[in-house]
Nanobody
């Protein structure tokens, strides 16, 4: 079984920055990894995703402020968020997905880390 653990969340003022970490218990070089967030009363949304080859995608509201990177040697994916806004307040989750040609896809979620941006 694969375990995924997020960290780095906390309370920050508007305009501040945070770097979230997602650490997996197995190698992630072959995985696509996404960062999602869910605010109270809202659906979970994709914030950023980085594929196995390093291609990145960001939600429009985070473009220019968020950067997702990976360190495969440490089984870690980072989400750097700058110029934080109160609208960024949410629980942030990491999703690690392995896809096998025959077996299909397997997704592993972390427990989430709380990001709170105050006025």
């Amino acid at each position: 079984q694969v375990q995924v653990v997020e960290s780095g969340g906390g309370l920050v003022q508007t305009g501040g920055s945070l770097r979230l970490s997602c650490v997996a218990s197995v190698g992630i070089a072959s995985a696509n990894v996404g960062w999602y967030r869910q605010a109270p009363g809202k659906q979970r949304e994709l914030v950023a995703r980085i594929t196995r080859d390093g291609t990145t995608v960001y939600v429009d509201s985070a473009k220019g402020r968020a950067t997702v990177t990976r360190d495969n040697a440490k089984n870690t994916v980072f989400l750097q968020m700058n110029s934080l806004k109160p609208e960024d307040t949410a629980v942030y989750y990491c999703n690690v997905v392995f896809t096998y040609r025959v077996a299909g896809s397997y997704a592993y979620w972390g427990q989430g880390t709380q990001v709170t941006v105050s006025f």
